[in-house]
RNA sequence: GCGGGCGUGUUGUAAUUGGUAGCCAAGCCAGACUUAGGAUCUGGUGCCGUGAGGCGUAUGGGUUCGAGUCCCUUCGCCCGCACCA
């Protein structure tokens, strides 16, 4: 019987559906251990062969897991909001569900064949309602909280209304949009809709005016990516810098949380780095500058974080989009200014960031007072100063900040140097080191002494206080389109009033087209009788981050009607331990989801701080693509090595037609009516293509589909080759080449047991050797995958099977454990096998083969040879050998005898066990 | 510019973490069996040299009895951030 794994893989893979095999129950009795992967965004070009990697080192951890006695819960998904099918919606009227559906059946499909150990029990979808209810709850939960800083966590806003009414804003330390106070007074004074407007200033899901990529002709909001040098990518309509009211969350109440807490995870460090920086956190101080406008005095606040560089000031700049332009904008300057603020508004996002070196700027004719040297300095305007960190004012110290340096230079503002014997004559001093001078009573410090010096002198005079700054903005939370979230959000009167939770969900309307309308506004628009109780619902939905960001929540308890997971599973399966996914969601989904998992702990509806444990980037697999090369103006294709003879054109080339580089001409032929009569020049009778490792993508004829690789190999051979590829985490390109390479391992693996049809099992005894052999090999695979280095365990896997052959060993005391180990990585063959060896249950429910070190140190003993106290290396000697012989055989090691040459003494100590200490000499 | 990582045969990679560099594969060469084979099996394969031997982990230096591994220099590649005051 040949190795027919069409037929094994999909005997087991239905067994696996109809018994529930992977099916995880809550069990107190056995530990959890929940393993997760980024569920896919199911888009219509279906699975590559990149996609599965992750998967597959999950599945092999979650099987491993399960041999070794833990309850996993490893379940699977679809993140099926998204643009895509919008797009899609626009161009030909297909309803987006409609695409998302067949698109979700074709993944399933494509997974399943791989053989994934899922609990598709649990499967959610972020757009099915019963799904998305907890999207919007959490939504309403963040709407009706505000973060108390006192307490360093969110709270009920009821609890803020009833301070307001007592004592006003006294005594609130919370996160809010911009510092403002009032007494119980001037709160209960308020109208309705002047109160909903105040506590958007603190609610954690609020309402807040921010500056966006806005496209008019699109009607929406665009982000950074979706634009291109002021024009929409997708049509080409010009997109403006605007003003806008937009939902969102305030992220940044969280900074200081977010970053501490990266400390309690087993996270790459490159990626904690990413997070680290995203987040920002900056310890400066704020200083209070006094400036004039004429004869107006206003008092301007400055971030710094260089306070001792205060007596280099020679300048101010304001953010273009700054409050204080206009109150510092002199009479006789107003034109100029005007000017520049409107070439500035009229740059995207992209622009500005794309000019970075580019100096622009206007004098507003103001001027500010340094508070320690009593100079006058003028105020500039320029873009290089943002509006969305510190104040959006800084004060310029042109020669210790480079970027203050080259505005100085270009606007020929003077420049002191603060640092003995620094050059600044061709550029500014950016390092914090050496002895300040020219700056009164810091002169003769370090710099290091100087800054905290110079804050507490700030404080000590009340020019200003130490303060801590972080880069991480709110995240902005309404799209201008269909496909995603509604907002459980209406309008009473222009209030908005959270939707009460017994209506949840709040579920998308059906509209007859998904275009925004005609007077801009979003698709839901359209939507007819679309109201609470006459009162009309927010119009724009939530972004694609919000259904992604509690989903491994769901999963506990993915069919709760009550919560979005019941105390109890949350208590029992708690947070994920292992999560696998791509490093793009570094800055993105995993703050997200961090920010919203400390928020429900907060309001106590989980039980952990962080919601992933450990977490594990696997590489990107990029695309192969091979190239044929056309002699110019003919139909004849020349091979690669005799390409330089002539004149050619290089062409992409389906790499399905192409084996080891070397083209299947007839398939060529058929592929394009273009070459159907195709001439070749071939180099030793064969057409040899060149190649190049790219992206992935349809464009590039490089896209090689997991189905293609199962029908001709098998799913085993794929899981196993993938993981044979390289190490997890490294990016690498797709090759097919080195794939018969693991599949005929696995044919091997058959013949272990039969030689043709004939079962060669044995009952025999295995010797020492072999037992030697496969306690080193579960040694090897135990380790190597708790460390997640998988290549190396297939490698051994070779390596022992290869001695089985040299052996010609078919024991069933050696292969039944071998079978056990290679389970988690091919399972097919595996439980097959497994059948093979009289076994009536699933291989899941086996246990992972101890490991017996005896065995494997077996008659030998290690030797430490050590020299001067210090372990040197180290010997294998049989255990009963004499001590003189030990010592004979240390003196004849090569090594050893330049010790001994030396004259030193030599000490052989013997491990494990007891110490015998050699002299040797 | 700042931060992180990497550099080993023709190729993907490995190296008990400082101890015989190149495991396991791919490719290539030779052979066996075959009507055939994208089948199976055996042997060879870092470079130079007929040989003994010599040289080899991007580069140059250092530490060490011993360096792919640790430290410094230079070069090259990849990733992230990028006017964050």
Known sequence: MDYNFKEIERKWQSRWAENHTFKAVEDESRPKYYVLDMFPYPSGAGLHVGHPLGYIASDIFSRYKRLCGFNVLHPMGYDAFGLPAEQYAIQTGQHPAVTTEKNISRYREQLDRIGFSYDWSREVRTCDPEYYKWTQWAFLKMFGSWYDRNLDKARPVEDLVRAFETSGTEGINAACTEEISFTAEQWKSMTDKEKSDTLMNWRIAYQGETSVNWCPQLGTVLANDEVKEGYSV??????????????????????????DDLETLDWTDSLKEMQRNWIGKSQGAEMHFKAYN???????????TRADTVFGVTFMVLAPESEWVEKLTAPERKTEVEEYLAAVRKKTERERLSETRKVTGVFSGSYAVNPLTGDRVPIWISEYVLAGYGTGAIMAVPAHDSRDYAFARHFNLPVIPLIEGCDVSESSFDAKEGTMCNSGFLDGLSVKEAIPAAIDYVEKHGIGRRKVNFRLRDAIFSRQRYWGEPFPIYYKDGIPQALPFDSLPLTLPEINEFKPTETGEPPLARAKDWSYASYPFETSTMPGFA??????????????????????????????????????????HLIYSRFWNKFLYDLGYVCEKEPF???????????????????????????????????????????NIVHNDRLDLEAFRKWMPDFADAEFILEDGEYVCGYAVEKMSKSMF?????????????????????????PLEQSKPWDT??????????????????????????????????????HKLIGKVQTDIEAFSFNTSVSAFMI???????????KREILEPLIILLSPFCPHIAEELWEVLGHKESISYASFPEYVEAYTIENSCTYAVSFNGKTRFTIDLPRTMSKEDVEANVRALDQTAKYVAGGNIVKVIVVPGKIVNVVVK
């Open 294 to 304: 004429g004869d107006k005095e206003y008092d301007m606040v400055i971030f710094t």
């Open 702 to 726: 490089n896209v090689v589909n997991p189905d293609m690789i199962c029908d001709t190999y098998g799913a085993d051979t794929l899981r196993l080759y993938e993981m044979f590829l390289g």
């Open 737 to 774: 080449k080195g794939i018969d390479g693991v599949n005929r391992f696995l044919k091997r693996v058959w013949r272990l047991f039969y030689d043709r049809d004939a079962l060669i099992l044995t009952d025999e005894k295995a010797t020492p050797g072999e037992l030697k052999s496969l």
């Open 800 to 810: 022992a099977v290869n001695e089985l052959y040299e052996h010609d060993c078919h």
């Open 547 to 588: 259904g992604s960001s509690a989903y491994y929540l769901r999963y506990m308890d993915p069919h709760n009607a009550q919560a979005l997971v019941g105390k109890d599973k949350n208590a029992y399966w708690r947070n994920v331990d292992l999560y696998i996914g791509g490093t793009e969601h570094a800055t993105g």
């Open 613 to 655: 444990k450990k977490l594990i980037n696997q590489g990107m697999i990029q695309g192969r693509s091979n190239f044929v090369y056309r002699i110019v103006g003919t139909n004849t294709f020349v091979s690669c090595g005799l390409k330089d003879s002539y004149e050619t054109t290089e062409i992409h080339v389906d790499v």
């Open 234 to 259: 997708r049509g080409g309509f010009p997109v403006e810098q605007k003003k806008m009211t937009q939902w969102q969350l305030r992220v940044s109440a969280y900074a200081s949380r977010l970053l």
